[in-house]
């Protein structure tokens, strides 16, 4: 039973250019989250999305958007990239929003 | 707002007990979780508490006080391999039911 998958691994950007990171949730779960770790730092929600729409939104500026397609993989899109935007960007699935977060590895991004 | 507090770092021995802090202030408390995350890992789920007390699971034990907003990891027969980070995760019962994290706790396990 695969977990959560997330592509790419690592990726190298330059500043001002846009990025998009790819989630496929586990089997069976329907709702997918998005949160960025800093170096050192506990992982920050940056929005979450069910049944292809967003649910909910943290403390992200609009640079920061989503989607979520019909089989419930998701893509993060980060526009007009900023130093301060590298980070591990972790992908969490879920069954609704129940008890039970699966975690994926991890995009580790880097803005140069 | 939520605020989510542990210690930064610590250090045990090998074979020792540890046990790891959490306080929380937060609005809308719907459980703890605590996660280990190796470095350059995907956090993987440790523990669950939503009613007070303590739940036990091998060697690792998690005890949550909702009137006091506290709840800490506790860690036995320390092995090497425990050397990671451990998060406490708070969920917030708002629409999306979503977590928030603490900065983690680094845990060095000493020869």
């Known amino acids: 039973d695969a977990g959560v998958t997330q592509s790419p691994t690592h990726l190298i950007k330059t500043r001002g250019q846009q990025v998009t990171l790819r989630c496929s949730p586990k089997?069976?779960?329907?709702?997918v989250s998005w949160y960025q770790q800093a170096l050192g730092q506990g992982p920050q929600f940056i929005f979450q999305?069910?049944?292809?729409?967003?649910?909910q939104r943290g403390n992200f500026p609009d640079r920061f958007s989503g989607h979520q397609f019909p089989n419930y993989s998701s893509e993060l899109n980060v526009n007009a990239l900023l130093l301060g935007d590298s980070a591990l960007y972790l992908c969490?699935?879920?069954?609704?929003?129940?008890?039970?977060?699966?975690f994926g590895s991890g995009t580790r991004l880097t803005v140069v | 707002g939520q605020n989510i507090d542990q210690p930064t770092e610590m250090t045990a021995t090998e074979g020792a007990i540890v046990q790891i802090n959490c306080t929380y202030q937060?609005?809308?408390?719907?459980?703890l979780f605590w996660y280990q995350q190796h470095a350059g890992e995907a956090p993987t789920f440790l523990s669950y508490?939503?009613?007070?007390g303590l739940e036990e699971k091998g060697r690792f034990s998690s005890f949550l006080s909702r009137s006091k907003g506290y709840s800490y990891l506790l860690l036995k027969e320390l092995q090497m391999k425990d050397s990671a980070s451990y998060l406490c995760?708070?969920?917030?019962?708002?629409?999306?039911?979503?977590?928030?994290f603490g900065t983690g706790t680094r845990l060095t396990v000493i020869p």
């Open positions: 969490a699935s879920s069954l609704r929003s129940d008890y039970g977060y699966t």
């Open positions: 089997s069976g779960h329907d709702t």
């Open positions: 999305y069910y049944e292809e729409e967003e649910r």
């Open positions: 937060t609005s809308g408390f719907n459980g």
């Open positions: 508490n939503v009613l007070d």
């Open positions: 995760a708070v969920r917030v019962k708002t629409g999306a039911n979503n977590l928030f």
